[in-house]
């Protein structure tokens, strides 16, 4: 890997549709960082979902909006055509509400098999996100995204669990080795994206506002997006974003073309 100059991106994700998107939205707006709204079709706590014009003003304000299934149930635990109607049925629901394309997916409780990726694929989303977390490296299977840090005070247990099953071995021996000596979610995500500045690489926080919101996390992440934005050498991406960069060779690095080649890391 001989760049002649290193390529750092920073993209932060957020799942669910809640109505904390937009305090989240304008905590973000504020710091200079992009961001990927993950909708479900049918509410994922009623009530307190995103209304189409709430949706439609995140979107003027810069954000992407990505599919997150209809029913926001596991899909792996469906049958081939339950999956792909509930990954066709949203976007198609969402780009008649937007009136534009829906680029990215994401997997609801992160759960994905080679059919749910293929469904994905032949929906007509150009990349989907997992919950992989621990990762910085810009090269990714496209219908694998991987994460950096979950917005969560995660425990260490669920690090070594996400990376075993994530066969992120790597992940693995640095966590147990290093990152664990972090004291909070927030010096994980400080230390790693201090290491993605020096090396280069992808810096990619993803969360869920009404998790924000339910633990009181707000000014935790605030100042962990300070930490972050407004530097110079980061580009700060949508998750279409940052695929689109990748495939058109604004960033150095190889996007995986299709399923076929889940495993690489
Ligand atoms: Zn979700």
């Known amino acids: ?15 669910d549709g809640d109505r904390s998107d937009l305090r989240l939205a304008e905590m973000l707006s504020a710091n200079g960082v992009a961001g990927t709204f993950y909708i479900p079709i049918e509410p994922f706590r009623a009530g307190r979902e995103l209304s189409a014009q709430q ?24 049958p081939p055509e339950v999956q792909a109607r509930e990954v066709t049925d ?34 007509g989303y150009q990349n989907a996100r997992s919950t992989r977390l621990l990762r910085t490296s810009l090269q990714f299977p496209r219908f694998e995204m991987p994460t950096t840090l979950q917005a969560y005070p995660h425990r260490g247990s669920a690090y ?21 000596h972090a004291r909070s979610w ?30 009181d996390l707000w000014s935790q992440l605030e100042d962990l997006l300070a930490y972050v934005a407004r530097r110079p050498e980061v580009l700060y991406l949508t998750n279409a974003g940052v695929y689109r960069a990748l495939s058109l060779g604004t960033a150095p690095g190889a996007v995986g073309v299709g399923y076929e080649n889940p495993a690489r890391s």
Request: charged share 20%.
């Open 55 to 78: 949706i439609t003003d995140l979107v003027s304000g810069g954000f992407e909006i990505g599919g997150h299934t209809v029913s926001h149930r596991s899909l792996t635990a469906l």
């Open 160 to 180: 070594l669990r996400n990376t075993v099953k994530g066969k992120n071995l790597a992940g693995l021996a640095d966590y147990a080795l290093r990152l664990r």
């Open 90 to 123: 949203c976007k198609r629901i969402l780009e008649d509400r937007l009136g534009s394309e829906v680029q990215s997916f994401c997997y609801p409780n992160g759960r994905l098999n080679q059919t749910t990726v293929r469904c994905v694929a032949q929906a």
């Open 186 to 215: 927030v010096e994980l995500g400080k230390t790693l994206f201090d290491r993605v500045l020096q090396d280069g690489g992808f810096w990619h926080l993803y969360g869920h506002s009404w998790e924000l919101q339910d633990l």
């Open 1 to 15: 890997m001989a760049h002649s100059h290193k390529t750092i991106v920073v993209s932060t994700s957020w799942d």
